[in-house]
């Protein structure tokens, strides 16, 4: 089952996914699928770790997520954005490709038997990009977030630090 988080930056994604992994499991994994790309990065990145405490199992994977030990468990990816960062560097800025990788991706973790939490960005609300990789990458995170949306059993926004229900399947 995919549970879909979106929202804007810092609008409380993470803590909101966090949290609700906590209210299913004991000992939720949590995925991360950064790349530390500079050191600004290495201090967000180390700030989230701080924030998990020892009930978490934290996982790392830049890609094939689903080949991660995940199999019934209650599981926090975060996030999309990098996930597809990681894939658009690796297919050469290619959309089609990076995009057809991620909903392979999705695709099989949708098959697990696992509460797979989401998160991703809404980076298409913000100001059009001036480049034109940054404006194919927002093309391939809405495309991404909406394939997303469309597999998961719940989805929710986040909105400075309140959810909104955007798709229950209860």
Sequence with gaps: MIIYVTGGVRSG????????ALRKSPNPVYVATSRIWDEDFARRVKRHQDERGPEWTSLESERDIH?????GKVVVIDCVTLWLTNLFVAFEYDIEKSLAAF????????RLNATLIVISNEIGMGVHPETEAGRKFTDLQGWANQYVAAAAYEAIMIV???????KSKN
């Design 67 to 71: 080949l991660l030990p995940l199999a």
């Design 160 to 166: 400075s630090g309140l959810p909104f229900i955007l």
């Design 103 to 110: 909903k392979a991706e999705i695709d099989a973790l949708a």
């Design 13 to 20: 994604k993470s803590r909101f996914a966090m949290d609700l």
